[in-house]
């Protein structure tokens, strides 16, 4: 349960909240905020300092949190449905069930963080810097990506269908029995990425940068992955069929037991494949 004094300072304004936490952080024990199931909807907290603050359960919907730091909190449980987090810092943070709906993370820093299960459906997370965090049964469904860190991310079993990831980055990420229907990932870069059993139909690959990537029994059918660069993945028992694979890469590419039929290879670059 949130602590009284420490509401009470925060209901002064950000600029009284964070001088306050900066005397707090001259004394020998700084105080580590405590606003825990506090109901905060709808405030200007603009550029105010969360760090390693207990805000579990908070609710914090439609909230003006541009540039606020929330470094190492715990905002597990929280809702922060249609808040503006433009430009915020929420590394290392816990976002574990997280609500973030409809939210504005454009820009913001998530690396390491824990998004366990959180929704971020129809989230802005254009350019933001998501690596090394873990979103593992995230909701991204509709989120916008665009030109979003995710490398070395923890997507397994992640709803990413209808998302934007053009141009992301996903070098490393663990994408396994991810839902990647209809996903935009046009010139996204995927190298070494694991996307083993995850679920493509539909998805935009055209361009994309696939380099040794793991797409043993990934479902391709009906993708576009024209241009795109297959060197050395591995698609092992996938199913490519009706997926269009013009002018695609696909030089030394482990294609055992996949099923090619339909699918449109003209102008394939082919060479010292495994089958």
Known sequence: M?????????????????????????????????????????????????SYANLKGVDLQQTDLIDAKFTGADLSHATLVAADLTNATLSHADLTLAKLSDCNLSGATL?????????LRRSHLDDADLSHANLIGTDLSGAILLHADLNHAQLER??????DLRYADLSHANLSRANLFETELIAAYLYQANLHRAMLVGAHLSQAVLISANLTEANLMDTDLRWANLQKADLSGASLRATRLEWANLTRTTLAGVDLSAANTRGARWGRNAW
Request: proline residues 3%; glycine residues 10%; positive net charge.
């Open 111 to 119: 690396s390491y963080a824990n998004l366990i299960g959180a929704d």
């Open 2 to 50: 949130a602590i009284a004094q420490h509401l009470a300072v925060l209901r002064q304004g950000a600029t009284r909240w964070n001088e306050w936490r900066q005397l707090g952080r001259a004394t020998s024990e700084p105080v580590l905020p405590d606003l825990s199931g506090a109901v905060l909807r709808g405030l200007n907290l603009s550029g105010i300092d969360l």
């Open 158 to 163: 992640s709803g990413l269908s209808r998302a």
